[in-house]
């Protein structure tokens, strides 16, 4: 080894900030930030969630997680897409109720959900994972996630057909740097899909710039009409009832992503995390950063496949250069003039990449009940998984888009994928021929990823 590499590797062979110094370190934290850039602000401009929020509890939730992990887990939490389909049911955008102020209700049903977390994390400290894990199997939560995919293709093709030249451009971006790109291009063809498709309609003058020359320099991120304060202020009971019972079932889809991405960062880094510091510390890390994101008007957070994809490109696994992309993502979300940018996106720019985007999360469905190799030659998996997706996908498309009844003066209406995962994990309790194992020594097979990444 020459003396040049002595000067910049660490223990074992592995870069790590002390020994690369500050500026490298500023600047791989920089790369981090873009690498979950792209996705992490794709959330609120699909659903009308404020970018700047978003930008300012990704950092915050990243660094809380850290905190609560004993700063031993190289994760970045940004922006889940799996609760996609929650802010959909309850607020979906372009609604004759009015997007904005049916948000809020959506983001206290995803604050609900980050209790899931909670629950399990103490389920898991007290019981241990492989018993708790045994009633969240593939064949529950793979139909689960194809669902969620399924049941939100309807709006990426209502947003494509504003301008379908704009979105096949930012589809088109997408694919061609997924498949065939190089290092940084390859991680983050999100965001190059985006500003090249957002970059044509600018040219062709499809994009209205007003708000982003109105837009001040410096502002607070934080507007207390977008927060789950609000709504609970408001007391509107029905629909905070009915968004929690309709968007709490997802936390099992992003609970197992979550599982993924903790091995897969294991993987890369050589480090046992499931073990130490432990999968209830990352949950619960992961749960409190959704919970308080959720509260204050941002999305759900959760651990991302982008940074896990920069670590095994730099071979730099200090958590130190995760932290100083949190602080990045905060800094950032003190400029409204750069989330009013974001807020000029065209429609079909986010048809295009959530048509690649949605069509990815079923995939992924698909890919963890292949890779976990669930038997469908056992009739209770074929009625399993088809129940959770006739149920999800068919109340969805419904006349009424969900299962509602009343109760006194109170309406309460069940979501088609609430009512699918609640007979999935029932039905999985009950019939016989459980044959799942999970082994938190080798846990490779027991997650999902939601990135779009190579």
Same mark, same amino acid.
């Given at each position: 080894?020459?003396?040049?590499?002595?000067?910049?590797?660490?223990?074992?062979?592995?870069?790590?900030?002390?020994?690369?110094?500050?500026?490298?370190?500023? %600047?791989?934290?920089?790369?981090?930030?873009?690498?979950?850039?792209?996705?992490?602000?794709?959330? &609120?401009?699909?659903?009308?969630?404020?970018?700047?929020?978003?930008?300012?509890?990704?950092?915050?939730?990243?660094?809380?997680?850290?905190?609560?992990?004993?700063?031993? %887990?190289?994760?970045?939490?940004?922006?889940?897409?799996?609760?996609?389909?929650?802010?959909?049911?309850?607020?979906?955008?372009?609604?004759?109720?009015?997007?904005?102020?049916?948000?809020?209700?959506?983001?206290?049903?995803?604050?609900?959900?980050?209790?899931?977390?909670?629950?399990?994390?103490?389920?898991?400290?007290?019981?241990?994972?492989?018993?708790?894990?045994?009633?969240?199997?593939?064949?529950?939560?793979?139909?689960?996630?194809?669902?969620?995919?399924?049941?939100?293709?309807?709006?990426?093709?209502?947003?494509?057909?504003?301008?379908?030249?704009?979105?096949?451009?930012?589809?088109?971006?997408?694919?061609?740097?997924?498949?065939?790109?190089?290092?940084?291009?390859?991680?983050?063809?999100?965001?190059?899909?985006?500003?090249?498709?957002?970059?044509?309609?600018?040219?062709?003058?499809?994009?209205?710039?007003?708000?982003?020359?109105?837009?001040?320099?410096?502002?607070? &991120?934080?507007?207390?009409?977008?927060?789950?304060?609000?709504?609970?202020?408001?007391?509107?009971?029905?629909?905070?009832?009915?968004?929690?019972?309709?968007?709490?079932?997802?936390?099992?889809?992003?609970?197992?992503?979550?599982?993924?991405?903790?091995?897969?960062?294991?993987?890369?880094?050589?480090?046992?995390?499931?073990?130490?510091?432990?999968?209830?510390?990352?949950?619960?890390?992961?749960?409190?950063?959704?919970?308080?994101?959720?509260?204050?008007?941002?999305?759900?957070?959760?651990?991302?496949?982008?940074?896990?994809?920069?670590?095994?490109?730099?071979?730099?696994?200090?958590?130190?250069?995760?932290?100083?992309?949190?602080?990045?993502?905060?800094?950032?979300?003190?400029?409204?003039?750069?989330?009013?940018?974001?807020?000029?996106? &065209?429609?079909?720019?986010?048809?295009?990449?959530?048509?690649?985007?949605?069509?990815?999360?079923?995939?992924?469905?698909?890919?963890?009940?292949?890779?976990?190799?669930?038997?469908?030659?056992?009739?209770?998996?074929?009625?399993?998984?088809?129940?959770?997706?006739?149920?999800?996908?068919?109340?969805?498309?419904?006349?009424?888009?969900?299962?509602?009844?009343?109760?006194?003066?109170?309406?309460?209406?069940?979501?088609?994928?609430?009512?699918?995962?609640?007979?999935?994990?029932?039905?999985?309790?009950?019939?016989?021929?459980?044959?799942?194992?999970?082994?938190?020594?080798? &846990?490779?097979?027991?997650?999902?990823?939601?990135?779009?990444?190579?």
């Amino acid at each position: 080894m020459s003396e040049k590499s002595k000067t910049v590797l660490g223990e074992n062979g592995i870069y790590d900030a002390k020994s690369l110094g500050m500026p490298k370190v500023l %600047v791989l934290g920089l790369q981090h930030m873009f690498a979950m850039f792209g996705a992490t602000i794709l959330v &609120p401009m699909l659903t009308g969630l404020d970018v700047s929020t978003t930008l300012l509890f990704a950092g915050l939730g990243t660094l809380l997680f850290h905190l609560l992990t004993k700063g031993k %887990v190289p994760a970045f939490l940004g922006s889940s897409f799996a609760f996609l389909g929650g802010y959909a049911a309850i607020a979906p955008m372009g609604g004759s109720t009015g997007n904005q102020a049916l948000l809020p209700y959506a983001c206290f049903g995803v604050a609900c959900s980050g209790l899931l977390y909670l629950v399990l994390a103490f389920l898991i400290k007290i019981f241990g994972t492989g018993r708790v894990m045994k009633y969240f199997p593939p064949i529950v939560t793979g139909p689960i996630i194809i669902a969620i995919g399924l049941t939100l293709s309807q709006s990426a093709i209502e947003n494509c057909s504003a301008d379908w030249l704009v979105a096949v451009v930012a589809i088109a971006l997408v694919i061609v740097c997924n498949i065939w790109g190089r290092g940084m291009v390859k991680i983050v063809p999100i965001i190059i899909g985006v500003i090249g498709s957002y970059l044509l309609a600018a040219v062709l003058g499809r994009v209205d710039f007003t708000a982003v020359r109105d837009a001040a320099w410096v502002g607070i &991120p934080i507007h207390w009409n977008q927060t789950a304060f609000w709504a609970l202020s408001e007391g509107d009971v029905s629909l905070l009832v009915t968004s929690v019972i309709t968007i709490m079932p997802i936390a099992l889809a992003t609970i197992v992503e979550h599982i993924g991405d903790i091995s897969a960062i294991s993987s890369t880094v050589g480090n046992n995390y499931i073990k130490d510091p432990g999968l209830h510390r990352t949950l619960l890390g992961d749960g409190l950063a959704t919970i308080l994101a959720s509260l204050f008007g941002a999305p759900a957070n959760t651990t991302y496949g982008e940074n896990t994809g920069v670590l095994s490109l730099t071979k730099v696994y200090d958590p130190l250069v995760i932290r100083m992309a949190a602080l990045f993502a905060i800094l950032f979300s003190f400029s409204p003039k750069f989330a009013a940018i974001i807020g000029c996106m &065209p429609t079909a720019t986010c048809g295009g990449v959530s048509l690649v985007l949605y069509g990815m999360i079923s995939a992924v469905g698909v890919r963890n009940i292949v890779e976990t190799r669930v038997d469908f030659a056992k009739s209770r998996n074929v009625i399993i998984a088809a129940l959770i997706l006739v149920l999800s996908i068919g109340i969805k498309y419904s006349s009424a888009g969900a299962v509602g009844f009343t109760v006194g003066d109170l309406t309460i209406s069940f979501s088609g994928l609430a009512v699918g995962a609640l007979a999935g994990i029932i039905l999985n309790a009950v019939l016989p021929g459980k044959d799942y194992q999970y082994n938190d020594d080798n &846990p490779d097979h027991t997650g999902v990823n939601f990135a779009v990444k190579g």
